[in-house]
């Protein structure tokens, strides 16, 4: 392994995803969608603790009690730690599934949707309002990261090999005039989890090539990383000062050659890039 990244959780995840830094808790927690199962990785003491949920977690926002928000299944739903349970709160209209999310810096929970055949368009992100769900961008084929700048004024969202910049009313959570930013080739693999980092800076991880690339705000591509798995899946800032960068992997479709060639798909990685993340609102609903 590169001596840049550090093993956490040697879990072989079918499709680990959707970390998220929680400060007051010290850990990490994050998801393997298909095994629907949440983790909690302790920082201090390095424990994953793996709960099972009724049904299929793919984003995770913090709320201001210290509990979670979700996109699952087909709509948002509360998290009950304590009996492992989802509570549904609104659903949305369309898509198959729910797909990525996070909130942004006014603290509103936004998450996206997919098909299962990605079919052209039929997606949309939707902002969580109190108990309902508004229609933030139509269009969509198929979503794989959301993110917003520093200052709010950004926001990021992957579709297929594309990742969209739009203009973004963070008190208003509207966006608008959406355009391509980065267009990724083939060969850089498939952009999927995004983090922002202090600078306004986007990281990136590529599934299926290992590498993570970071963007300047100009969309020039300014630095490429490589994890020591193919199948990078997500990533986000954490630890005391933001330093660190939690790297989540998959591992669906892996047979035992594959596992030989590529021992650490679907583990828990952290490295740190030499940039700090931003502090993430929790979730101002009720």
């Known amino acids: 392994m590169s001596e840049d990244f550090e093993l956490l959780v040697d879990r072989q995840a079918l499709c680990g995803s959707a970390p998220l830094w929680m400060s007051a808790q010290n850990c990490v927690y994050w998801v393997d969608l298909l095994r629907r199962e949440l983790h909690t990785f302790y920082r201090d003491t390095g424990v994953d603790e793996v709960r099972v949920l009724p049904g299929k977690v793919t984003a995770l926002g913090a709320t201001r009690q210290g509990q979670l928000i979700a996109a699952a299944n087909g709509g948002f739903s509360r998290v009950h ?3 492992s349970g989802l509570e549904p709160v609104v659903q949305v209209r369309n898509g198959d599934r729910m797909s990525i999310g996070g909130c942004d810096p006014a603290g509103r929970f936004v998450a996206c949707t997919l098909t299962h055949a990605s079919d052209l368009r039929a997606s949309g992100c939707y902002v969580l309002e109190s108990n309902r769900a508004r229609l933030l961008i139509d ?14 004024t950004r926001m990021y969202v992957v579709d297929v090999r594309t990742i969209w910049i739009y203009d973004y009313d963070p008190q208003r959570a509207r966006a608008y005039a959406g355009r391509k930013w980065v267009v990724c080739a083939e060969s850089d693999g498939i952009p999927e989890g995004l983090a922002v980092d202090s600078e306004g800076c986007v990281w990136v991880a590529m599934h299926w090539t290992g590498r993570i690339h970071r963007y300047a705000p100009s969309g020039d591509l300014e630095t490429i990383l490589w994890a020591p798995t193919r199948r990078v899946s997500g990533l986000a800032f954490g630890g005391s000062r933001l330093e660190e960068l939690y790297v989540t992997s998959a591992c669906f ?26 502090p993430l609102p929790p979730w101002q609903g009720i």
Do not use: I, K, M, Q
Request: hydrophobic share 30%.
């Open 81 to 83: 730690l304590g009996r």
């Open 139 to 152: 269009g969509l084929t198929g979503p794989g990261g959301v993110a917003w700048s520093p200052d709010g």
């Open 253 to 278: 479709g892996y047979d035992e050659p594959a596992f030989n060639a590529d021992p650490y798909a679907g583990s828990l990685l952290r490295f740190r890039p030499g940039a700090t993340g931003t």
